[in-house]
Nanobody
Framework: QGQLVESGGGLVQAGGSLRLSCAAS????????MGWYRQAPGKQREFVAT???????EYAESVKGRFTLSRDNANITVYLQMDSLKPEDTAVYFC???????????????WGQGTQVTVSS
């Protein structure tokens, strides 16, 4: 059973930056899509970014140009660099791995516990 461990959340002022990390527990995760979702209070979980084993990354429109997703396959870790943060980026951020297509939608098999990101105005 694979595990994902997130780190790097915290409190930052608007316009600031944070970097989230997600480390996978087993080498097979090198083969999987890995990415991030987020869930704000009272809202549904939403897609943020994803990256295949060899890249490139795909982004939600709301974060394009501000967030950068990268991966280090040697350490089975993905990084989400978040710049120019806005109060509306406040959410719990979840790492996800192994994208699977179910009908017309994508779902992820593995999820982390989540890390809180709070952006103050």
């Amino acid at each position: 059973q694979g595990q994902l461990v997130e780190s790097g959340g915290g409190l930052v002022q608007a316009g600031g930056s944070l970097r989230l990390s997600c480390a996978a527990s087993t080498i097979i995760f090198r083969l999987y899509y890995m990415g991030w979702y987020r869930q704000a209070p009272g809202k549904q979980r939403e897609f943020v970014a994803t990256i295949s084993s060899g890249g490139p990354a795909e982004y939600a429109e709301s974060v394009k140009g501000r967030f950068t997703l990268s991966r280090d396959n040697a350490n089975i870790t993905v990084y989400l660099q978040m710049d120019s943060l806005k109060p509306e980026d406040t959410a719990v951020y979840f790492c996800a791995a192994k994208r699977e297509r179910i009908g017309s939608i994508y779902q992820y098999r593995y999820w982390g516990q989540g890390t809180q990101v709070t952006v103050s105005s």
